[in-house]
């Protein structure tokens, strides 16, 4: 209802409510910002970053929360509803404007690579170049020069502070970043490898599946995503699949078993995320459901804390709503 007691919106399934009214809630939040809302930023002079604004609107305080965003070819000032969105928000904004205003690294390191490097970079790449995963290797590295210096910066002077930080340690990060993505690949091409070769129809099930878990581990965009802390964990991931396939004709039954056992936790995973829940609790789940496929598929490799269904029913149910 709007501040009149006027109904804005009716029915039974919340998702599809706050899907419908949107619109609104958008146009209440840029309301609330007054004229802070910009586009087209691509020098760190964007002034100072209020944490957060209060406004009373139709007879409510609203409060929202500023953030750089990230727009492709620039930035933009845009206010959020909650912390959460703007914390995630100026982490990927923060990381634009850095690199639309940083020399390019990866042009610098593509002239260094030789041809082993290449190669291995080739193979199971998700890109159509090497340019575009090395340009994906310096979001992760700048994620992480970030991250040490302290974090976003709120205004134009903490901004040129941390552009200079992270400027000088740029390229022997992503050149630390990119030889954990050669082994990523390496892994991930042994793993296509041995599923390429799989032909009993028995096996499809376990094949598609197989097929969907790499392409969430291995695509355009996975080592910014994945993140600098996790990126060392990826092969291990991989190893599992290889693991899997190769034992996998003589222990289909056993398998299916597992693999149903994954899909009913993966199901509840994504009601969560359509859901709306906290995205750093959901990535952190995500993560969870590739340790526990360790765990339940090639349990010789280890996983890297204990985890089981309970421990990952138990952390859906406390994710923040």
Known sequence: V???????GEGRDLDALRT??????????SAAAGDIERGGITTGDFGTLPRAIAQVRGGYEVTVY?????????????VFETEAEQVAAMRAGTRRLLLLTLPPAARYLQGRLDNRAKLELSRA???????????????AAVDRLVEEAGGPAWDAAAFAT???????????????????VRAVLASAYEARQRLDAIRDPALAPAVAD?????????????????????????????????????????????DRQLMAQVHEIE???????????????????????????????AQSLGTAYPVSDKRIYRAMDQLPA
């Open 2 to 8: 709007d501040e009149h007691g006027g109904v804005l």
């Open 20 to 29: 419908a009214l949107a619109p609104r809630v958008r146009a209440t939040i």
């Open 66 to 78: 500023p953030a750089l965003a990230d727009e492709g070819d620039s930035v933009a000032i845009r």
């Open 125 to 139: 790449n998700p890109y159509r170049s090497i340019a575009d995963l090395l340009d994906d290797c310096v979001g």
């Open 162 to 180: 941390l552009r200079e930080a992270v400027r000088a340690d740029l390229v022997e990060a992503v050149a630390g970043v990119v030889t954990e």
């Open 210 to 254: 197989v097929r969907q878990q790499l392409a969430g581990l291995v695509h355009p965009g996975f080592v910014t995503e994945t993140g600098w802390r996790r990126m060392h964990q990826l092969p291990r991931y991989l190893r599992a699949i290889t693991y899997r396939l190769e034992r996998l004709p003589g222990n289909v039954a056993r």
């Open 267 to 297: 199901s509840e995973y994504r009601s969560l995320a359509a859901g709306g829940a906290a995205e750093e609790g959901l990535r952190e789940i995500r993560w969870m459901i590739e340790e526990l496929r360790v765990g339940l598929f």
